[in-house]
């Protein structure tokens, strides 16, 4: 190198080895592999199960899957008051108010609100062998995927959701009842609003009634 271009030559920087690329490569490696973590955990499939809807929020469209009915969306009932009731097989308390819904049910067309249960069972043939047990008429569907429990806030079930015409949650109450006595209907009429609902027919004279109703299995 002639001497005039030797004297330009930066000193005292040194020159990237092997090692030193091994190493840079390695950083861009991993900084990859974190911003690949991140763009993942940003997408909507790796979000939190949905928030609980509070009283007087408005409930999502949801599908619900059908047990003894077609699957539905949620929003298939609005434009009327919905009464939603979490169940499962194995809750006892369940099991005990499950003949009183079916027994406010059957007071239709006094009832202003369309009534249906959501199980939360993990096997759907459990839930199934519930409705043909108690040859249950109302919709019933199942919240495999625990949506419906998450965002009706089903900490503890049996629950009962009352919902308004346009989706508003209304009320959630906690534990079994008897859904077709005085006590519970006027509940009822007060949250829903509307003309005075009086109890129905007696147990035996309904289990008559209901005698030539099945679930549907699918």
Known sequence: MPPALRLLEPRGMPTLGRDSRRLSAARATVAGAFLVLACALAQ????????????????????????????????QYRGRPLLINVWASWCGPCMEEMA?????????PRIPFAVIGISTDDYRDRALAVLRRTNATISHFIDHDLQMESILGASHIPLT??????????????????????????????????????????????????????????
């Open 100 to 108: 009183s819904l079916e027994r406010l049910a059957w007071l239709e």
């Open 44 to 75: 909507p499939g790796a979000a939190d199960p949905p928030r609980e809807v509070p009283i007087g929020g408005r409930l999502p469209d949801i599908s619900l899957r059908g047990l003894n009915s077609p699957t539905r969306s949620l929003a």
């Open 161 to 218: 959701v009352l919902v308004d015409a346009d989706g508003r949650v209304l009320d959630k109450i906690y534990g079994a009842r008897q859904w077709d006595d005085s006590e519970s209907l006027q509940l009822l009429t007060r949250t829903f609003g509307g003309r005075r609902m009086a109890p129905g027919p007696s147990a035996p004279l309904l289990r008559s009634m209901r005698s030539g109703y099945a679930p549907a299995s699918d």
